[in-house]
């Protein structure tokens, strides 16, 4: 069972043995927790943003997130939000630590509770309102390679808390489970800047599929197909450059048709962003004025990537197209700051894995959209995804095209229509831009152009996604009634 994972050795020792005054958390570490099954999904990384000294109270200020919410009219994002371990912690002489939420938001029917670091075997106090708190156990855990102390408390309300010695809190309600410490170094880390490209050595081929559309009266749609391989690699303090043989190749169709070849060593350079360094659900600003959305809001997400590793993914929302209030909003009981994203408009959404790197670039607008994606990568003889051969550049042998239907209208009420020339069975997924799976189902394509009833979305932007004889093709609409 999951609440064993962690559980390697414990025992019962008598009182005495453990007389410490143990932190659940600490001033200069980022503690991060796991709700993962396989328990190595990094969910939540608390810290301490920052602290002070009032009179004889200590007051610790802890990091918050930005959480998804919706409300029946759209999606919207609320930040400023709590983690389980609320927004302060006030710690008092007497031993008492208060943890409490400045917005009075419940979170698991509390607003604010006390944990007793040093209360022995036994001891009870009031936890919360009408709510207590008991010492049941006492022993040693295994933590990370090393044996460490550890309490039990459990809470009338149901709630078990297992807090150690050396690492603070590291098991709340089998819920949250520490499987990380950053500052010392130990487990699971938030995945950063060098961690993405690790892995990336002289010899690995890497291949990339760039596309592009816009109409000016008429659509264009080009598909440039690039295999890099890789001949050196410099690290530098903010920045990789990475020295490779480069062939592409060109194909523009929808009007016309125009095939070029071009091959030749090129730098390519990796920079450190606030889109490499960040962590699971926090919000940040965002300006680079050499991107088409040159400045607006990233919220930044981990989830687990196909090919292995995690993945680290950040959508960011223009900061024009969006309402971003900095009062109280109130949403079924809920107090919090909104953040509202755009119904339609600009978007971008870039994603890397802490195994191959850059992975994907989505950049969409009204009427024009670009996305990069890795499509294959070889390192050390194996090989994922797909790898395009040298007779692709040669002119021997044609690309699949990874955007082979046309969606329109966009923007669209009632329906959608679908312009392929495949044919047989398609199945289809519709996601929202948060990457959720909003809809999906199967069709079977003759002659006509498959249609889809979009009615019942909310207004905003989609991405559908096409399965169908091994070939995976995306592209995005725009719902607005």
């Given at each position: 069972m999951k609440k064993n994972l962690?559980?390697?050795?414990?025992?019962?020792?008598?009182?005495?043995?453990?007389?410490?005054?143990?932190?659940?958390?600490?001033?200069?570490?980022?503690?991060?927790?796991?709700?993962?099954?396989?328990?190595?999904?990094?969910?939540?990384?608390?810290?301490?943003?920052?602290?002070?000294?009032?009179?004889?109270i200590q007051a610790y200020y802890l990091n918050k997130i930005t959480i998804p919410f919706e409300n029946g009219e759209g999606s919207l994002f609320l930040y400023n939000q709590p983690q389980f371990l609320l927004d302060d912690i006030w710690v008092y002489p007497d031993g008492n630590w208060v943890f409490q939420d400045t917005f009075f938001l419940p979170?698991?029917?509390?607003?604010?509770?006390?944990?007793?670091?040093?209360?022995?075997?036994?001891?009870?106090?009031?936890?919360?309102?009408?709510?207590?708190?008991?010492?049941?156990?006492?022993g040693v855990m295994d933590l990370f390679g090393e044996e460490d102390?550890?309490?039990?408390?459990?809470?009338?309300?149901?709630?078990?808390?297992?807090?150690?010695?050396?690492?603070?809190?590291?098991?709340?309600?089998?819920?949250?489970?520490?499987?990380?410490i950053e500052g010392r170094d130990l487990g699971f880390q938030v995945p950063n800047f060098e961690d993405m490209y690790a892995d990336i050595s002289e010899g690995d081929v890497v291949c990339v599929n760039r596309t592009r559309a816009w109409a000016d009266g008429e659509v264009h749609n080009i598909q440039i197909s690039e295999r890099i391989e890789i001949e050196s690699i410099t690290w530098y303090e903010d920045s990789l450059e990475i020295y490779a043989y480069v062939r592409s190749k060109y194909l523009e169709w929808n009007p016309g048709y125009s095939l070029e070849f071009t091959e030749g060593y090129?730098?390519?350079?990796?920079?450190?962003?606030?889109?490499?360094?960040?962590y699971p659900n926090e919000l940040l600003y965002f300006e680079d004025y050499?991107?088409?959305?040159?400045?607006?809001?990233?919220?930044?997400?981990?989830?687990?990537?196909?090919?292995?590793?995690?993945?680290?993914?950040?959508?960011?929302?223009?900061?024009?197209s969006m309402g971003v209030s900095s009062s109280?909003?109130?949403?079924?009981?809920?107090y919090s700051y909104e953040l509202c994203p755009i119904d339609y408009g600009d978007f971008l959404k870039v994603e890397h894995s802490?195994?191959?790197?850059?992975?994907?670039?989505?950049?969409?607008?009204?009427?024009?959209?670009?996305?990069?994606?890795?499509?294959?990568?070889?390192?050390d003889g194996d090989t994922l995804g797909y790898i395009y051969p040298l007779d692709v550049f040669l002119g021997q042998q044609e690309l699949a095209s990874s955007n082979n239907f046309q969606i329109y209208p966009s923007p669209a009420k009632e329906s959608i229509k679908i312009q392929t020339h495949e044919?047989?069975?398609?199945?289809?997924?519709?996601?929202?831009?948060?990457?959720?799976?909003?809809?999906?189902?199967?069709?079977?394509?003759?002659?006509?152009?498959?249609?889809i009833d979009i009615s019942e979305l909310q207004n905003g932007i989609y991405i559908l996604q096409f399965d169908h004889d091994h070939q995976v093709s995306r592209s995005k609409f725009i719902k607005q009634k």
């Open positions: 962690l559980f390697i050795l414990m025992l019962t020792f008598s009182i005495g043995l453990f007389a410490q005054d143990w932190a659940p958390i600490n001033t200069s570490e980022r503690f991060c927790y796991s709700s993962d099954d396989t328990l190595d999904m990094i969910n939540n990384v608390l810290w301490v943003e920052s602290f002070e000294q009032v009179d004889d979170i698991e029917e509390l607003e604010s509770y006390t944990l007793k670091p040093g209360a022995s075997l036994s001891t009870t106090w009031d936890f919360a309102t009408n709510i207590t708190a008991t010492i049941t156990e006492i102390s550890i309490k039990t408390i459990s809470v009338s309300n149901g709630l078990e808390i297992v807090l150690s010695k050396e690492h603070g809190i590291v098991n709340w309600n089998n819920e949250y489970q520490l499987i990380g090129r730098t390519i350079t990796k920079y450190r962003t606030s889109f490499t360094d960040a050499s991107l088409t959305i040159s400045e607006g809001f990233l919220i930044s997400k981990l989830s687990h990537h196909k090919w292995g590793g995690l993945m680290k993914s950040q959508v960011l929302f223009e900061a024009e109280l909003y109130q949403c079924e009981g809920l802490t195994k191959y790197g850059f992975l994907e670039l989505l950049n969409w607008g009204f009427e024009w959209s670009a996305e990069v994606e890795l499509t294959g990568y070889l390192h044919t047989g069975e398609i199945n289809y997924h519709i996601f929202n831009i948060s990457g959720q799976l909003i809809m999906e189902g199967r069709m079977e394509k003759s002659f006509e152009d498959l249609e």
